[in-house]
């Protein structure tokens, strides 16, 4: 890897991590535990569409590891890393289907990925309560997966008009 790739994917990663920690602090108008926006999917999605699928799974890998240690919490690893991985393989499959085009159907499924993957470990550790609570986050994932996707759009449609 080109010192200007690992610059541009660091910067990637440190950009992620600025949403991960700005989303963290906005407040959800749904009372549902874990629902968040996924503003850092983001940068995975621009990456993914941008660079390639190995360079966005270092930027996912990276985001999710540094946030775990920044907040101390082993538990958000876990989730993160069962809801992420879940909705990076999506992500790919379903970029590579639609073939770069249309990435807020990209992100509507990458979030429905990431919700499963995390009601998987939640029921890994919690048990079948959680259950109840997946029609909701099947909801609240096509909403701010589309809301994701088209923001992810606006920003790929730019910087390929930068060149950048």
């Given at each position: 890897m080109s010192v200007k790739k690992m610059t541009v994917l660091s910067l990637y990663t440190a950009v992620a991590l600025i949403l991960f920690v700005v989303e963290s602090v906005?407040?959800?108008?749904?009372?549902?535990?874990?629902?968040?926006?996924?503003?850092?999917?983001?940068?995975?999605?621009?990456?993914?569409?941008?660079?390639?699928?190995?360079?966005?799974?270092?930027?996912?890998?990276?985001?999710?590891?540094?946030a775990s240690v920044f907040y101390g919490q082993i538990v958000y690893l876990v989730y993160s890393m069962a809801g992420g991985i879940l909705c990076f393989l999506a992500d790919v499959v379903i970029n590579r289907l639609l073939k770069g085009k249309y990435i807020y159907i990209t992100a509507v499924f990458g979030a429905l990925f990431h919700n499963a993957g995390q009601m998987l470990a939640a029921f890994f550790f919690l048990g079948k309560g959680v259950l109840p609570y997946f029609p909701y986050m099947v909801l609240c994932g096509i909403i701010t997966g589309l809301f994701t996707g088209i923001l992810a759009n606006i920003l790929v449609l730019r910087l390929k008009r930068l060149n950048l």
């Open positions: 906005i407040p959800m108008p749904v009372p549902l535990p874990f629902v968040k926006l996924g503003l850092a999917n983001i940068i995975t999605l621009i990456v993914l569409v941008c660079y390639s699928p190995k360079d966005a799974f270092l930027v996912l890998m990276l985001r999710i590891f540094l």
